[in-house]
């Protein structure tokens, strides 16, 4: 997992809601420690905004990827469920309950949340609910389908990896915001090219 989408901006100020300002101001903490890989630190500052507004899914999410990054796999999952409760049409929440669901051996849900992340248009993740913009579309796209292939490598589906990650290749040659690294990418499928 890894942050790569900023908070929702809201021009009103509702209830427990944080300003445009303060979003701003958190969203850069929380990509601060995550960029320092500081998940405990992160987590902690987390935990604190969220006591203010409990119900905000962005929040919740990057909870889960800083408890998914100390490897606290099932809370991060349980953290991912309340996020998709709150936002299940959010693109970023689908991807972090996929990828904490496969952490914990749930492949069957996070193969279905994957597919249906790489069936949606880029331009309707870009503008749609919590869209930001077309190359982070087809970064979430292209690391979907990454993850497709790596659960179907790890079940022995050999063919379907080699599409998968042939598909991941397709889509980063167009500007794209993946978290996943191309060369690492190329390897797998070089290693499966040469076995049956």
């Not at 991807?95 to 749930?106: N, W």
């Not at 609910?129 to 796209?141: D, F, T, Y």
């Amino acid at each position: 997992m890894n942050a790569r989408i900023k908070p929702q901006t809201t021009a009103t100020r509702t209830g427990a809601d944080l300003t445009v300002a303060e979003r701003r101001r958190v969203s850069r903490q929380v990509e601060r420690h995550f960029s320092k890989q500081e998940w405990k630190e992160a987590e902690r500052f987390l935990r604190e905004v969220l006591r203010r507004c409990p119900e905000d899914h962005w929040l919740i999410s990057q909870l889960a990827e800083a408890v998914y990054e100390q490897r606290r796999y099932r809370g991060a999952l349980q953290l991912q469920r309340k996020a998709y409760g709150l936002a299940p049409r959010c693109p970023m929440v689908r991807f972090g309950l996929a990828t904490a669901a496969a952490a914990c051996g749930e492949t069957r849900q996070a193969r279905r949340l994957f597919q249906l992340l790489t069936r949606t248009r880029p331009e309707t993740l870009a503008t749609g609910e919590c869209g930001e913009g077309l190359r982070w579309a087809r970064g979430l796209i292209a690391d979907a389908q990454y993850r497709l292939g790596r659960l179907a490598e790890d079940e022995g589906r050999k063919a379907e990896a080699r599409r998968r990650y042939q598909k991941y290749l397709q889509l980063v040659e167009r500007p794209a915001l993946s978290i996943e690294s191309r060369r690492n990418v190329q390897a797998r499928l070089r290693a499966l090219s040469r076995t049956p």
